[in-house]
């Protein structure tokens, strides 16, 4: 027997949700750039990164677990438990929920790897936390593309001020890593520079 | 040449390949670049006649019969190097006929292997490596371990100021080899390591055929494998070796578990100096009792010694422990010049002014009442006319060099304090030198993973303690004029180094 | 009769990379030298900072800091 509901309220619930898990992955992408980049000032404590670091994400866990039980159980399309974890396998916009499963799969493994880091060891952990790198985005055009509010203002604004944070705080680091080599100092604000105008383009077209 | 007889002590070449500052090239060269801090000395010209003296001694008529020696010699010394061939080394059967055939009479049941760690036991054979541990307990700590161990032999000489290893490995390596198999044997090896530097191409190919003569005489029942590791100064730590082999790079780990325990694959791993096995292999022959003939109660048996600088005949020289410094130096010839400060024990060892050092027994429980330590048996003879905080400059900058880069203090404090002592040492310390030294050196000792930042804080102390008086003229006055004396410590030139480590 | 628990704590110095974390939740027995390096005071910690150096190795981005938990029958 399965439970179904009628009505718009899963839906609203379903993305907000899904924003919601935007925002926090989003701000956890941006605090594990900067604690791997060492960030601290007088009244920022390194460890209040790492550790804001780790609740935002186990957060966003929780809103991702909202996200797909209030899609799941629209009865507007039947999604399937299972497309949650497995990518592309369900019927509706096969490839941007697929994207969303394969978002939620290293979301899990990153979680969970993290928790048992003392018993992983740190080349391990490290191994697979690097895939945090391709989960956000992954999931941000997941976002993007099965997200029913993508044709919205805000909506598009939000996504690119965290694609733009993101990108920010990526750039701030590889700026720091190397800062002797002055052909990648230029390439990265370069990119950064002729990024803007390309993505606000992009987006006028209202992905 | 002439060797005088019985008087125990074997003269053997002069270090060659390794930068060997025993020159004797003055000139402005030498002027030039000791006015400005480091650079080794490469003196081909000494090196070349090092090399005709070396060719001489090859092929002298022995100055030592090849006697048979089944019984143990009856002089007291020389003993490792009593045996030493100056026609081929590497006959394992003119091996045979001077020492008979390696005593490990097949496998008659578990007894008969714990019996030579209970004979080494009693010997009193400490390690030869520098850390000078009780090769008895070693063992026994390996062979009491789970499984199957693994032997590793430690020729990769990393001190630039030593070559005894080398001397041994090329006029001895059977000798050397039988130890390392009647240690296999004794721990329950079934593997055996013998590592030297992979620049020293000559010496691995010598090693390689030695090996090869054995494994196709059936000598051995674990075959010894020659393999050749980076010549960093790091690298020839036990540890660094182990991690080599199971295919990491060649640096140290951080300490547990310490390779006895799991070390190569996992297993118990034996590591001692080529030294310590060659000697083994005689009490195998002669047995404990003779081997305590010589030396003290707390420091038994005798001991390769590199004695060097201004000396007249630097070399190898095989000693009782526990013979007064002072007459291992005259053994050498004497110093050339008077000597102002004796380095002993190497670049992780410590100076010691000359009236003090010549009455000290040399051996490591005299040495370490006095401060200091055995290290691997390294003499070095600093005159009145040259800079001793010039040459520990030198050292603590090689040393700095020569870091794994894998921990914090060492990788960033050794630097620093080269750069503080070249400071003294050619600039003068103004006051403020001195000072930053000593913050220095509580914050490097003791906070890296393996000795290297310790042995060059100790090198450093001592150099201060010593040469005070030294230390306060360049802190108010500036370089004095031994700093333009020849570098006497050898330090690899740049030609010589590797900087890979794997 | 109990049992104690002592806490020891140890820096693993090839994983330290210096972020200095240890130092900022641990201020009373970890300082952090002139290159961001910890310097451990000497001796066992005490109880009351227990759970405090456990979090600090916790914390550790490397997992440099090492806990050694010994336990010692108490009079």
């Avoid at chain 1, 990153?110 to 992954?138: E, F, K, Q």
């Avoid at chain 2, 048979?68 to 003119?94: F, I, K, N, V, W």
């Avoid at chain 2, 090769?135 to 005894?164: L, Q």
């Avoid at chain 2, 004695?307 to 053994?331: D, F, H, K, N, S």
Wanted: charged share 20%.
């Amino acid at each position: 027997m399965t439970v179904s509901f009628g009505g718009p309220g899963l839906w609203y619930a379903t993305r907000a949700a899904g924003l919601v898990t935007l925002l926090l992955l989003t701000l956890s992408a941006l605090l594990g750039v900067l604690t791997a980049g060492r960030f601290a000032s007088p009244t920022w404590p390194r460890f209040m990164t790492v550790g804001l670091h780790r609740n935002l994400s186990l957060l966003a866990l929780v809103f991702v677990a909202l996200h797909i039980a209030t899609t799941v159980l629209d009865s507007y399309t039947s999604i399937q438990v299972s497309a949650a974890f497995i990518p592309f396998i369900s019927s509706y916009k096969r490839g941007w929920l697929g994207l969303g499963a394969i978002a939620l799969d290293l979301l899990i493994a990153l979680v969970v790897t993290s928790l048992t880091r003392i018993r992983l060891g740190h080349r391990a952990w490290r191994l697979v936390h690097w895939s945090g790198y391709a989960c956000w985005p992954v999931a941000v055009a997941h976002g993007v593309g099965a997200g029913t509010d993508e044709g919205t203002a805000w909506a598009v604004d939000m996504t690119i001020v965290c694609v733009a944070a993101v990108a920010g705080a990526i750039a701030w680091r590889i700026l720091q890593r190397w800062p002797e080599r002055r052909v990648l100092r230029m390439s990265v604000t370069a990119l950064a520079a002729l990024g803007v105008p390309v993505v606000l383009s992009l987006s006028g077209y209202g992905l | 040449m002439s060797e005088p007889e019985g008087r125990g002590a074997a003269r053997t070449d002069a270090p060659k390949g390794r930068g060997a500052a025993w020159s004797e090239e003055r000139g402005t060269r030498n002027e030039r670049r000791a006015t400005r801090e480091g650079g080794a000395l490469s003196a081909p010209e000494a090196q070349r006649k090092q090399s005709a003296e070396l060719v001489r001694c090859a092929h002298a008529p022995a100055a030592r019969p090849a006697v048979p020696l089944y019984r143990p010699p009856q002089a007291r010394l020389p003993r490792l190097l009593a045996g030493m061939s100056y026609h081929q080394p590497t006959d394992l059967r003119e091996h045979e006929r001077r020492y008979g055939p390696i005593p490990l009479r097949g496998h008659s049941g578990r007894e008969r292997p714990q019996r030579l760690i209970d004979v080494v036991d009693r010997s009193g054979l400490t390690g030869r490596g520098g850390a000078g541990f009780p090769t008895g307990r070693k063992m026994r700590s390996v062979a009491t371990g789970r499984g199957p161990a693994t032997v590793v032999a430690n020729g990769a000489e990393g001190e630039p100021a030593s070559c005894k290893d080398r001397l041994l490995l090329t006029r001895l390596p059977h000798l050397v080899m039988d130890g390392i198999s009647l240690a296999a044997d004794a721990v329950g090896a079934s593997e055996a390591f013998l590592c030297v530097h992979r620049k020293e191409t000559d010496l691995l190919a010598t090693l390689a055929y030695a090996a090869d003569a054995r494994r196709r005489a059936g000598v051995d029942p674990v075959p010894v494998q020659v393999i050749g590791i980076p010549g960093r100064y790091v690298s020839s730590e036990q540890s660094s070796i182990v991690q080599f082999i199971n295919g990491g790079p060649a640096k140290p780990t951080f300490a547990p578990p310490r390779p006895h325990e799991r070390g190569v694959a996992g297993r118990p791993t034996l590591e001692n100096n080529v030294e310590t096995l060659a000697h083994l292999a005689l009490i195998a022959r002669y047995g404990d009792t003779w081997f305590r003939g010589v030396g003290l109660p707390s420091a038994t048996g005798s001991a390769l010694v590199t004695v060097g600088g201004t000396v007249a005949r630097p070399g190898v020289y095989e000693i009782e422990l526990g013979t007064p410094i002072g007459q291992v130096i005259m053994q050498a010839g004497g110093p050339t010049e008077r000597p102002q400060a004796l380095l002993v024990g190497g670049y992780f060892g410590t100076w010691i002014p000359a009236e003090y050092a010549w009455q000290i027994p040399l051996a490591q429980p005299t040495l370490r009442a006095a401060g200091g330590a055995m290290g691997a048996g390294i003499v070095i003879a600093l005159p009145v006319t040259s800079c001793g905080l010039a040459e520990t400059a030198r050292v603590v900058r090689y040393l700095a060099e020569e870091t794994a880069g894998q921990c914090g203090p060492c990788v960033m404090g050794l630097p620093a304090l080269a750069d503080a002592l070249a400071d003294l040492a050619y600039q003068g310390g103004r006051g403020r030198v001195l000072d930053q030294i000593s913050r220095l050196l509580p914050v490097i000792e003791g906070r890296g993973a393996c000795r290297h930042p310790d042995g060059a804080t100790k090198l450093v102390r001592s150099a201060l303690r010593t040469f005070s008086a030294e230390v306060q003229w360049h802190d108010q006055r500036g370089a004095c004029y031994g700093v333009r004396r020849d570098p006497l410590l050898p330090v690899p030139g740049d030609e010589e180094r590797e900087w890979g480590w794997k | 009769m109990g049992l104690e628990m002592s806490i020891k704590l140890r820096v693993n110095p090839t994983m330290c990379d210096g972020h200095g974390m240890c130092a900022e939740l641990l201020p009373e027995i970890i300082t952090l030298d002139q290159w961001g390096y910890p310097i451990l005071a000497p001796g066992p910690v005490p109880r009351p900072l227990a759970d405090h150096a456990k979090r600090a190795a916790e914390a550790c981005p490397t997992l440099a800091l090492l806990i050694d938990e010994t336990r010692h029958k108490h009079r």
